[in-house]
């Protein structure tokens, strides 16, 4: 059975409470806390950097955090966010010079490595990286805002991912991040993805007529997923 993984993104969470909405979302049933960095210059966005994530640990949160750079240059602040915690680095290939360097840096600073694929971004630069790579992250929206509606397209990129990493007989996540809600999360687990990206389908999901008030929304997407197998 596929081991799938609910990785909420922080981008859409209660900041003035982040340290008690990531325990909720993770005692609802999320392992991984998804963490959006934007930099105002590769996405037109800025968000948060390696002193919230160094936060979050001082908080508690033992759960894996899951850092996706959207900035560029990318070298720079590998070294910040290994420092603070993170247990994923992962980074668009287009914004780093060396992609084989910046994964071996990611590595060598202690943290599992990934790369990320917009839309319109080729699988071709896992072709001699595969064995530095620990994550494949495909962006089923374009980069920079949340809220965006899954692009369908994606669907046959996930199926192309997974066949890379099934032939690769590597251990890779294949982690999708754009529009995932209820509604479409098994039919995206059936194309192969194991770990999911969501914010506000999770965040947006709040009952706060649960204990947890977000046992509902993840209850929802785990049973849909336990459908796959």
Known sequence: MTDFVLAPSILSADFARLGQECEDVLNS??????FDVMDNHYVPNLTIGPLVCEALRKHGITAPI????????????????????ATYI???PEAS???DRTLQLIQSAGCKSGLVFNPATPLSYL????DKVDMILLMSVNPGFGGQSFIPATL???RQARKIIDDSGLDIRLEIDGGVKVDNIAEIAAAGADTFVSGSGIFGGRNEADANKYDTITRQMLDQLASVG
Request: aromatic share 10%; proline share 3%.
């Open 156 to 158: 046959d990129k996930l």
């Open 66 to 85: 899951d850092v996706h750079l959207m900035v560029s240059p990318v070298d720079r602040i590998v070294g910040d966010f290994a420092d603070a915690g």
């Open 29 to 34: 049933g999320s392992r991984f806390i998804h």
């Open 97 to 99: 010079d060396h992609v």
């Open 90 to 92: 992962t980074f668009h």
């Open 127 to 130: 072709e001699y990286v595969m």
